[in-house]
């Protein structure tokens, strides 16, 4: 798991992996809740790493950034069912790669949201479902190929949501 812990520390590791001899990074937060039903962890309180307020999660990414070739940023953020961006998400993002992100990649919203590149990292805001409920929606599976000089190729597979399946959209 990533992005929760006993406390903001825990909440706060990254998880990381070597793929062909490069140290890749995930770092993960919560900013989906406009009630905060799922608690945020402090020192002395487990919970989910929020970013309500960026500072902490903004130090994580920067030392994952130190210990890593490529960091990559998964957001739980936007509004459900809506494919209109928060400027919250659209500023946060950036946030994130002005502190060592390479790549930002959201969820929540249950839809696409769409896509961007800052300062060459992706972003993308949503990718929708995968399989949630028996709503018909469009989604994708986002790859991220790296070379060897660890720049990032972004490729889209589209899918559809349909009847509790989820399929390569073909047509």
């Known amino acids: ?10 909440a706060a590791e990254g998880h990381y992996f070597i793929i062909n001899g490069f140290k890749v990074g995930v770092v993960a937060t919560s900013r989906a ?4 039903l799922t608690p945020t962890a402090d020192f002395n ?4 790493m929020g970013t309500y307020n960026s500072r902490y999660f903004l130090s994580a990414i920067e030392m994952a950034e130190e210990q890593c070739d490529i960091v990559i940023v998964y957001v739980h953020w936007g509004t459900e069912y809506s494919t209109k961006l928060e400027e919250e998400q659209i500023n946060m993002s950036r946030e994130y790669i002005n ?7 959201g969820g929540h ?3 696409l949201q769409g896509m961007e590149f ?18 018909t929606l469009d989604s994708c599976v986002l790859t991220l190929e ?8 972004v490729l889209l597979t589209p899918l559809i949501q349909e009847n509790c399946e989820t399929r390569l959209l073909t047509k």
Do not use: M, Q, T
Not at 33 to 36: G, P, Q
Not at 45 to 48: L, P
Not at 118 to 132: C, D, E, Q, V
């Open 118 to 135: 800052y300062k060459n990292a992706p972003i993308a805001y949503s990718l929708g479902n995968f399989w949630f409920n028996d709503k």
């Open 33 to 36: 809740e406009k009630f905060y």
């Open 99 to 105: 502190a060592g992100a390479d790549a930002v990649i």
């Open 1 to 10: 798991y990533v992005g929760a812990g006993y406390n903001v520390n825990e």
């Open 45 to 48: 309180r487990a919970g989910v």
């Open 109 to 111: 919203p249950h839809c």
């Open 146 to 153: 790296i070379d060897d000089e660890l720049n990032i190729k």
